[in-house]
């Protein structure tokens, strides 16, 4: 691997994970003259070179504005990062709360906002507690030291967690029991089924567990992440003796959820902790117990890796995940008792070395909520449950003999998870098994565990074809499963590359090199998502199929890059982080707000994840005082505070909670009448624009273009499921005006997915599956043939 020349400011991450946010960015004006990449401590690229990717029509070609801030970084300008993602959490506390969601579904939504917190406290709230051990604080454009941070999100959280519970109690538990469903303790039991409970503790649970007593001859045990735990309170027999505590962990493999019979439930369950704390007497019969109660530890989880010092960023990775189940304690979660337990919880958080006024949550039900999903997994009741609905194959794609005839015609474009991924599966397939085919360059961040993807990867290898595939280890909580399929792509031939030193390789990307008579071919798909089958029915992504001579050349270009480092003198289509996306939204910004001030036409709509940049948040505030206007879709954190007066009053920030998690990153900038419309793999954060290799594609074919903005039109008119960011940070449902008509933008796409196919094949009644027959090739063929399949498609279930 090799090092890439950074256009960054020089501001490193925290060092608290690969994901931390630099406390700040230099901030030149959004007008500044300074050329691209010439900040302090950046590496500056030659004007021929990847800084200067926009073109001479572009956003280099507008003379540059006055930066008209009256007090640029005030930090009341900003919100915080951390605070501004827990109100993310809290709109998907809020579905789990809205009686207009299924009731499964709201069981769904609790479950993920309980996940959410859990990676939030192993990341974020890690990474500040480790600042907050350092001489020098580093603190946000908002202002907040690190301490502050901490105890804000502690009074958050609280507020948030007692909601959680107050709904799980007060709202979920009665809903679930009217829908025969239960959860009892198991004192709560019948004699005889309570007496089968116990044979089965002593037969399948018993053998299994270790007490673990804790006194100077043994000392307090290691508690894995995230494992749930039994703390037991007993005297000793001198009562003048520090009261004793012990421990048992509640064993992983097993099921927290144990079906027992229940008169009157179709499905009732005791927690695995429950019946376990029921017995804790056999494990100290001669000890006088206080009290028993559950716990949870949380501890930082993040990986630590100097690659520069690394011989072997595998190796060091494999180390790293070793070590990380050792990380520091950062927060301890409380459940549902018997006796008193202050004493013992100070004791536990000394143990611990966690604060016991910011880092301890008692609970008033049970620990990880998330881990109750069991109760309705298979639980099929159409009532409790949102609409069926399957990915739609598109009408281009539908039967089709020959893939990439399809893409020579025309460029496509999917939207999932409204339309099927299957495309994109059968793509990597078909160019393995295509003997034209001769390359296959892909990147892979996420892809999930049995992958068709990977399974064409390793086959085209083994058929001897050129495979390389860029694998991004540092993708957090995939390290291991990533490290494990890398491994056998290796086997199979394929050349895996590791990414780049000190960057992640986030972009999503795949080119496929075919030989078509007398000349070569570049086929190329791009996305906003992840090449992962199970992620790509439940995010909404953008994926565009292309063979577009620029683009494919850029392609070339870009994976050159990410395996030896051969950057391009000039880009033709693609702008490519770190080396010049940055400069070229903020061209792009700059250009729309001098079109603004000479009157022509200046608009901005953009939907992505996170809105952090602070260089970009500034460049948003001049083009609104400019007179631009300015609508965001931005579903997570948003840094940005719109609505204040003379500063901000043109930009509208929204974000979308739905059934399916809004992903995509789209980019439109009205250009004074000349519209240009991006696709890209990248959030507008100094993660992704310095430390994360990215690209932001232009959508070029006008039937692409005129979808992508009624997507993007679509999205930013929501009025069921939008919520609206206030300038004080506080987010509020949109409120439907009077007389006006209820547009759910998801539920739209959905409709307009099955319409599609529809009109393309009246008896066509669902998605059914990607019907192709592949036909062996005769070695004399020299091209690859398919026939249609005789197979009827399937409906809708």
Not at 111 to 116: K, L
Not at 323 to 337: K, L, P, T
Not at 537 to 544: A, K
Not at 604 to 622: E, G, W
Request: some cysteine; proline content about 7%.
């Amino acid at each position: 691997m090799v090092d890439l020349p950074s256009t960054s400011d020089g501001a490193l991450a925290t060092g608290h994970g690969n994901d931390a946010e630099p406390a700040h960015a230099s901030r030149p004006g959004a007008g500044s003259s300074e050329p691209a990449g010439s900040r302090s401590g950046a590496s500056v690229a030659p004007a021929s070179g990847p800084a200067s990717i926009p073109p001479a029509s572009g956003p280099a070609s507008i003379p540059p504005a006055p930066a008209p801030l009256p007090a640029e970084g005030d930090p009341a300008h900003y919100l915080n990062r951390e605070l501004s993602w827990l109100e993310f959490n809290a709109r998907v506390l809020a579905e789990a709360s809205s009686p207009e969601v299924p009731l499964f579904e709201r069981l769904k939504f609790l479950g993920i906002f309980f996940s959410n917190l859990d990676e939030f406290f192993m990341v974020r709230v890690a990474g500040l507690q480790a600042q907050t051990q350092r001489t020098i604080a580093e603190v946000p454009p908002d202002g907040l030291t690190p301490h502050e941070q901490l105890v804000a999100i502690s009074g958050r959280v609280h507020a948030l967690v007692d909601e959680a519970y107050r709904l799980w109690s007060a709202d979920l538990i009665p809903a679930l029991q009217r829908a025969g469903i239960v959860i009892v303790r198991p004192d709560e039991l019948e004699p005889a089924e309570l007496s089968a409970l116990d044979e089965r503790f002593r037969t399948e649970i018993f053998p299994i567990l270790t007490p673990l007593a804790i006194d100077p001859g043994h000392p307090f045990p290691h508690l894995r992440n995230k494992m749930i735990n039994l703390g037991i309170m007993f005297s000793r027999e001198h009562e003048a003796q520090e009261p004793g505590f012990a421990v048992i962990q509640v064993p992983p493999m097993l099921s927290r959820l144990m079906r027992v019979r229940v008169d009157g439930a179709a499905r009732a369950f005791v927690l695995l902790e429950d019946v376990i704390a029921r017995h804790v007497k056999d494990f100290f019969p001669s000890g006088r117990l206080r009290g028993t109660y559950p716990f949870r530890v949380t501890r930082n989880w993040d990986l630590e890796i100097d690659e520069e010092e690394g011989e072997d960023l595998l190796e060091t990775i494999q180390a790293e995940l070793r070590r990380r189940d050792r990380g520091n304690a950062v927060r301890v979660e409380i459940g549902v008792g018997e006796g008193g337990v202050g004493a013992s919880v100070q004791r536990l958080c000394r143990a611990l070395n966690v604060d016991s006024s910011l880092a301890v949550y008692r609970v008033s039900g049970p620990l990880h909520i998330a881990d109750l999903m069991g109760i309705v997994a298979d639980d099929e009741r159409r009532e409790y449950r949102d609409e069926p609905f399957s990915p739609q194959v598109p009408p281009v794609f539908r039967d089709v003999e020959d893939i990439f005839a399809v893409i020579r015609e025309q460029d496509v474009l999917l939207h999932h998870p409204y339309e099927s991924f299957d495309p994109v599966a059968e793509f990597v397939s078909r160019a393995a098994d295509d003997p034209n085919v001769l390359a296959i360059k892909q990147t892979l961040y996420r892809t999930g565990g049995d992958s068709p993807i990977l399974k064409a990867l390793a086959r085209a290898a083994e058929s001897g074809k050129q495979v390389t595939a860029i694998v991004e280890l540092k993708a957090r909580f995939d390290e291991a499963s990533n490290i494990q399929w890398a491994r056998t792509l290796e086997r199979s031939g394929v050349q895996v590359i590791y990414g780049l030193l000190g960057l992640k390789t986030h972009a999503k990307a795949l080119l496929v090199v075919r030989r078509e008579k007398d000349r070569l071919r570049r086929y190329v798909h791009l996305s906003t998502g992840n090449y992962n089958p199970q992620t790509a029915r439940i995010y909404t992504d953008i994926g565009l199929f292309t063979v577009n001579r620029e683009i494919g050349e850029d392609m070339t270009s870009f994976f050159n890059l990410l395996t030896g480092y051969s950057a391009p003198p000039k880009w033709n289509r693609l702008l490519v982080a770190p080396l010049g996306l940055h400069e070229a939204v903020l061209g792009f910004i700059a250009r729309e707000a001098a079109h603004a001030r000479a009157g022509r036409k200046a608009e901005i709509v953009a939907q992505m994840n996170a809105l952090v940049d602070v260089d970009v948040i500034d460049a948003l505030y001049a083009a609104s005082q400019a007179g631009v206007d300015i609508k965001l879709a931005v579903r997570g954190i948003c840094c940005l505070r719109p609505g204040i007066p003379g500063l901000s009053e043109r930009i509208q920030v929204r974000a979308v909670i739905d059934r399916f998690l809004e992903h995509k990153r789209l980019f439109r900038f009205a250009n004074g009448g000349n519209e240009e419309i991006y696709m890209s793999s990248a959030d507008w954060m100094p993660r992704n624009f310095h430390r994360r290799v990215e690209v932001m594609i232009p959508i070029l074919d006008s039937s692409v273009r005129a979808r992508v903005n009624d997507i993007l039109n679509t999205t930013i008119s929501d009025t069921v499921k939008t919520w609206e960011l206030a300038s004080d940070g506080g987010y509020h449902k949109l409120a439907l005006s009077p007389g006006a008509p209820a547009v759910r933008s998801q539920q739209r796409f959905i409709e307009l997915a099955r319409e599609r196919v529809k009109l393309s094949d009246p008896l066509a009644r669902g998605g059914g599956r990607f019907h192709i027959l592949r036909v062996p090739v005769s070695p004399s063929d020299g091209e690859s043939r398919h026939r249609k399949t005789a197979k009827k498609k399937k409906g809708l279930p």
